[in-house]
């Protein structure tokens, strides 16, 4: 079974430029997440989707990012413009469906988008 | 608001055993991940405590006390290849991390 896959892997850009972030979950997972990693740091939750829908999206700084899953498959999530504190690991992770359940509720992780901010 | 606690760092030889204690304070909970990360990799799953008690799944064993707000992760015959950030994660219908227990394990 093929895993999340995300890209690019590393992105450097200078700070107001924009950015995105492509990722693609595991096949049949209904629930997508986007984290994001500062070095020394756990992974904090930007947003959550449950096929299209945003179930939360409480700790997106919605000013300046913003994120879609138009056809409730793959996702994109876009910087603009972006910040020196940006630089961090974007995650992105799925799901079997949100409701609860150690199946359901184990989210598997993609690689992650290394981005750097100059 | 939520309150995940975790070691820094740890160092162990191998062949050892580690233990590694999460301790949390949320506002809600349904289960508690405990994920493995190597540097420059993404996380990847090692255990779901949702009941109190102790969960082995080879040399990998996760504790949950739910009263204690409580969890540990046992590392058994600690290998090279263990040295990694360990993550405690709460699941309260969104997943909180905490900063991670980076675990080395020295010849």
């Known amino acids: 079974e093929a895993g999340v896959a995300q890209s690019p892997r590393y992105k450097i850009i200078e700070k107001r430029q924009s950015v995105a972030f492509w990722c693609n979950p595991i096949s049949g997972h209904a629930t997508l997440y986007w984290y994001q990693q500062i070095l020394g740091q756990g992974p904090k939750l930007l947003i959550q989707?449950?096929?299209?829908?945003?179930?939360?999206d409480s700790q997106l700084p919605k000013d300046r990012f913003s994120a879609e899953r138009l056809k409730g498959v793959d996702s994109t999530l876009k910087i603009q413009p972006a910040k020196l504190e940006d630089s961090a690991v974007y995650l992105c992770?799925?799901?079997?469906?949100?409701?609860?359940?150690?199946?359901?509720?184990?989210?598997?992780f993609g690689p992650g988008t290394r981005l750097t901010v100059l | 608001g939520q309150n995940i606690d975790q070691p820094t760092e740890m160092t162990a030889t191998e062949g050892a055993i580690v233990q590694i204690n999460c301790t949390y304070q949320t506002s809600g909970f349904n289960g508690l991940f405990w994920y493995q990360q190597h540097a420059g990799e993404a996380p990847t799953f090692l255990s779901y405590?949702?009941?109190?008690g102790l969960e082995e799944k080879g040399r990998f064993s996760s504790f949950l006390s739910r009263s204690k707000g409580y969890s540990y992760l046992l590392l058994k015959e600690l290998q090279m290849k263990d040295s990694a950030s360990y993550l405690c994660a709460v699941n309260d219908y969104k997943l909180s991390f905490g900063a991670g227990t980076t675990v080395t394990v020295r010849a």
């Open positions: 992770a799925s799901s079997l469906d949100s409701n609860p359940g150690p199946e359901s509720d184990t989210q598997y």
């Open positions: 989707f449950q096929n299209n829908g945003v179930v939360d």
């Open positions: 405590n949702v009941l109190d």
